[in-house]
C-alpha cells in the first residue's frame, strides 16, 4: 500500500538523506469506481409526465362530431383569478362558481361523473358494451382568454384524478375575443 524510500544525495560534499513516500491508489479507485456503479445501475431515471390526449377521428381534415346528449354535458367555464363557472347541458345563463378548493371543481366532477351510477345503478361507459344503458358522462373545458394557463393544467389533473372517461376542449370562446 504504502512505500517509504530512502534516497542518499551528495549536495557540497555532504551526503543528506531523504525520505519520500509514494501511496498505492488501486484500492481506492476500485472502490470509487464500484460505488459510481452502484449508484448509476441503482438509480431511476425521472419518467415523463405526460397527459395522453386522444384526438376524435378527422373526416376530410376536419373532427367528426358525435351527437351527445345535453343531460350528459358538463361545461366548465375557466375565467380569471383562479374562478370556474359551470352550466349543465346547453343553458349558458344558468352558471354557477366554483373555484379550484378540495370542495370546489373535484367534488363537483365526481357528483357529475357519478351521480347516475349511484342513484339508478346505471354503469359508466368506459368503452361500447352491448347496447345496454350506460351513463356516458361529458365535461367541456373552455378557457377564457384572460385565463391563466396553469388553471387549464390543473383542471386536467382534476380530471385524470377523479377518472372522468371524456372530456374536451372547446377554444371556441378564446378565439372569438
Keep these: 500500500m504504502a512505500d517509504i524510500h530512502a534516497h542518499q544525495n551528495e549536495y557540497k560534499?555532504?551526503?543528506?538523506?531523504r525520505k519520500s513516500g509514494s501511496i498505492d491508489m488501486t484500492a481506492m479507485v476500485d472502490v470509487a469506481f464500484l460505488l459510481l456503479t452502484f449508484f448509476v445501475l441503482t438509480a431511476t431515471l425521472q419518467e415523463e409526465k405526460l397527459l395522453?390526449?386522444?384526438?376524435p377521428p378527422s373526416v376530410d381534415g376536419e373532427p367528426a362530431r358525435a351527437e351527445?346528449?345535453?343531460?350528459?354535458?358538463?361545461?366548465l367555464v375557466l375565467k380569471r383569478d383562479n374562478k370556474i363557472s359551470y352550466y349543465y347541458g346547453g343553458e349558458e345563463s344558468d352558471q354557477d362558481l366554483?373555484?379550484?378548493s378540495p370542495d370546489g371543481v373535484r367534488k363537483l366532477i365526481l357528483d357529475h361523473v357519478y351521480a347516475r351510477t349511484r342513484t339508478q345503478r346505471i354503469p359508466i361507459c368506459v368503452k361500447q358494451?352491448?347496447?345496454a344503458p350506460c351513463w356516458d358522462p361529458v365535461i367541456v373545458i373552455k378557457p377564457m382568454p384572460d385565463s391563466r394557463y396553469q388553471n387549464l393544467v390543473d383542471l386536467l389533473d382534476e380530471l385524470v384524478i377523479t377518472g372522468a372517461p371524456k372530456?374536451?376542449?372547446?377554444n371556441s370562446a378564446s378565439s372569438n375575443k
Design 129 to 131: 358494451n352491448s347496447g
Design 68 to 75: 351527445v346528449l345535453e343531460e350528459r354535458v358538463l361545461t
Design 98 to 100: 366554483t373555484s379550484f
Design 167 to 170: 372530456y374536451a376542449i372547446d
Design 52 to 55: 395522453e390526449l386522444v384526438m
Design 13 to 17: 560534499g555532504k551526503k543528506t538523506t
